[in-house]
């Protein structure tokens, strides 16, 4: 009778367990919305990630994003992504970590950890968090603190993105636990001070940048976000690629945004590898149902290959609702194929017409690139009035990206020269100036229409 007690005790706790452990597994939430922890903009950045500091004697494993008044005001601290609570303690202020379990096949693993350091203590006006908890994406976790002691130079939050799940104890490599601030080393009690140790390296090794690499962690979970759940954001906003303006001195390019969502008044804003910025307004009216349409600015040519960042804020109250960075590559492998002109005389006289041309250009990089003076040049051996006719295309000719067919086709007729010589002695050629010094000559393949 005791042993079939017993093993019935035995069959109970087994079942309890395993459904204990089958209930966490399906709360464990996975992490599929992301954004960046504080409202409005993620600036200013005091301290980029991976810079070294002297201070510490070690690499900065983070990003710290200032909040001067935060003595005065309450600035509320999101988590990233929805996750589990890992850590919620005193270290430098409240600091909090918290454990995301990432979508099947991310790039960036199973599971991240995200780190949060200079919050306000809960005795104090922050947020307690039990370890163990689920956060939500939009839910605080806490407040920057504007305390002295607990961040030692300005109010700021300290943010940071480390690989893989939650580690508990020391790293054996630093004499610390796995989630510092810096990739300060101790050995035989003494913290080392030379920043060209591998070490560093490895370390740094286990962290992502959060935002400023060319697409940081976040930018990068934003923008896959988009792509595959494009209807998901109250708003949606849809971009070209680089579009070129030969109709300014000098030629300018822009990008095309359109818009749809609430009534909101809107403001975007470009800003270009230089810092140079463009903003345009969209007024509350424009939005309800339709998409508007504005064109940013990028530059002037020739542009700069580099980052371009797309922020959009609605006015009142102000609040980042999308920021995305883009890389655009310079123009490259230029290639002119396709050449061919049609002209006519007509009315039994010798005046040649233009009737119609096609040129077939291809751009490999993502901005435009510019010809100057484009011309079709007839070379009249003999001719009354010279040796060779120009007709002028315009001041420029663009060349956006991909492939783009530059051509005329019209009722009217395009241009018109004289010659009494042999039609079979006309030839055609096509004259491009890539600046004041450098030019191209490529022939035409000439249609002449007795």
Same mark, same amino acid.
């Given at each position: 009778?005791?042993?079939?007690?017993?093993?019935?005790?035995?069959?109970?706790?087994?079942?309890?367990?395993?459904?204990?452990?089958?209930?966490?597994?399906?709360?464990?939430?996975?992490?599929?919305?992301?954004?960046?922890?504080?409202?409005?903009?993620?600036?200013?950045?005091? #301290?980029?990630?991976?810079?070294?500091?002297?201070q510490w004697n070690g690499y900065h494993l983070g990003e710290d994003v200032g909040r001067e008044d935060a003595d005065t005001k309450n600035y509320a601290v999101y988590p990233m992504a929805d996750g589990i609570v890992k850590f919620a303690d005193i270290v430098m202020g409240y600091t909090v970590i918290i454990e995301h379990k990432l979508s099947d096949n991310d790039p960036a693993g199973d599971y991240v950890c995200s780190v949060y350091y200079h919050m306000k203590r809960p005795e104090e006006g922050g947020i307690k968090l039990t370890v163990g908890e689920s956060v939500s994406i939009d839910s605080p976790i806490g407040y920057v603190s504007g305390k002295l002691e607990d961040y030692k130079s300005s109010p700021h939050l300290h943010f940071g993105i480390r690989k893989g799940c939650y580690e508990t104890g020391k790293d054996t490599r630093t004499g610390f636990w796995y989630y510092p601030g810096y990739t300060t080393i101790k050995k035989n009690s003494e913290v080392q001070k030379n920043p060209y140790d591998p070490t560093h390296k490895q370390i740094l090794s286990d962290w992502f940048n959060p935002t400023t690499d060319e697409l940081g962690f976040i930018e990068s979970h934003i923008i896959q976000i988009e792509q595959s759940i494009i209807d998901s954001s109250l708003y949606r906003i849809e971009c070209s690629k680089p579009i070129p303006h030969p109709y300014f001195i000098p030629c300018e390019a822009s990008l095309r945004i359109s818009v749809r969502g609430p009534a909101d008044e809107l403001a975007l804003i470009l800003t270009n590898p230089e810092g140079d910025t463009d903003i345009k307004f969209i007024s509350k009216r424009s939005l309800i149902d339709n998409f508007e349409t504005v064109d940013l600015r990028m530059g002037k040519e020739p542009f700069s290959e580099g980052p371009y960042t797309l922020t959009v804020k609605t006015v009142t109250p102000?609040?980042?609702?999308?920021?995305?960075?883009?890389?655009?590559?310079?123009?490259?492998?230029? #290639?002119?194929?396709?050449?061919?002109?049609?002209?006519?005389r007509k009315y039994g006289d010798y005046r040649y017409y233009v009737i119609k041309?096609?040129?077939?250009?291809?751009?490999?990089?993502?901005?435009?690139?510019?010809?100057?003076?484009?011309?079709?040049?007839?070379?009249?051996?003999?001719?009354?009035?010279?040796?060779?006719?120009?007709?002028?295309?315009?001041?420029?000719?663009?060349?956006?990206?991909?492939?783009?067919?530059?051509? #005329?086709? #019209?009722?009217?007729?395009?241009?018109?020269?004289?010659?009494?010589?042999?039609?079979?002695?006309?030839?055609?050629?096509?004259?491009?100036?890539k600046s004041d010094k450098e030019f191209l000559t490529l022939p035409i393949k000439l249609t002449i229409e007795e």
């Amino acid at each position: 009778m005791f042993r079939k007690v017993k093993h019935l005790l035995l069959l109970t706790l087994l079942i309890v367990f395993t459904s204990i452990i089958i209930t966490n597994a399906q709360d464990v939430p996975i992490a599929n919305s992301f954004r960046f922890p504080l409202e409005g903009d993620w600036s200013p950045l005091w #301290q980029d990630f991976g810079k070294w500091n002297n201070q510490w004697n070690g690499y900065h494993l983070g990003e710290d994003v200032g909040r001067e008044d935060a003595d005065t005001k309450n600035y509320a601290v999101y988590p990233m992504a929805d996750g589990i609570v890992k850590f919620a303690d005193i270290v430098m202020g409240y600091t909090v970590i918290i454990e995301h379990k990432l979508s099947d096949n991310d790039p960036a693993g199973d599971y991240v950890c995200s780190v949060y350091y200079h919050m306000k203590r809960p005795e104090e006006g922050g947020i307690k968090l039990t370890v163990g908890e689920s956060v939500s994406i939009d839910s605080p976790i806490g407040y920057v603190s504007g305390k002295l002691e607990d961040y030692k130079s300005s109010p700021h939050l300290h943010f940071g993105i480390r690989k893989g799940c939650y580690e508990t104890g020391k790293d054996t490599r630093t004499g610390f636990w796995y989630y510092p601030g810096y990739t300060t080393i101790k050995k035989n009690s003494e913290v080392q001070k030379n920043p060209y140790d591998p070490t560093h390296k490895q370390i740094l090794s286990d962290w992502f940048n959060p935002t400023t690499d060319e697409l940081g962690f976040i930018e990068s979970h934003i923008i896959q976000i988009e792509q595959s759940i494009i209807d998901s954001s109250l708003y949606r906003i849809e971009c070209s690629k680089p579009i070129p303006h030969p109709y300014f001195i000098p030629c300018e390019a822009s990008l095309r945004i359109s818009v749809r969502g609430p009534a909101d008044e809107l403001a975007l804003i470009l800003t270009n590898p230089e810092g140079d910025t463009d903003i345009k307004f969209i007024s509350k009216r424009s939005l309800i149902d339709n998409f508007e349409t504005v064109d940013l600015r990028m530059g002037k040519e020739p542009f700069s290959e580099g980052p371009y960042t797309l922020t959009v804020k609605t006015v009142t109250p102000e609040k980042v609702i999308y920021k995305r960075e883009a890389w655009f590559t310079s123009p490259k492998n230029i #290639q002119i194929t396709d050449r061919e002109i049609t002209i006519a005389r007509k009315y039994g006289d010798y005046r040649y017409y233009v009737i119609k041309y096609s040129f077939t250009f291809k751009n490999e990089g993502d901005l435009p690139f510019f010809f100057y003076h484009p011309e079709i040049i007839f070379t009249t051996p003999g001719g009354q009035w010279g040796e060779k006719e120009e007709i002028s295309l315009g001041l420029f000719l663009p060349v956006p990206s991909g492939e783009f067919k530059f051509d #005329q086709s #019209q009722g009217t007729l395009a241009g018109s020269f004289w010659y009494k010589g042999p039609s079979k002695m006309i030839n055609a050629t096509l004259s491009l100036h890539k600046s004041d010094k450098e030019f191209l000559t490529l022939p035409i393949k000439l249609t002449i229409e007795e």
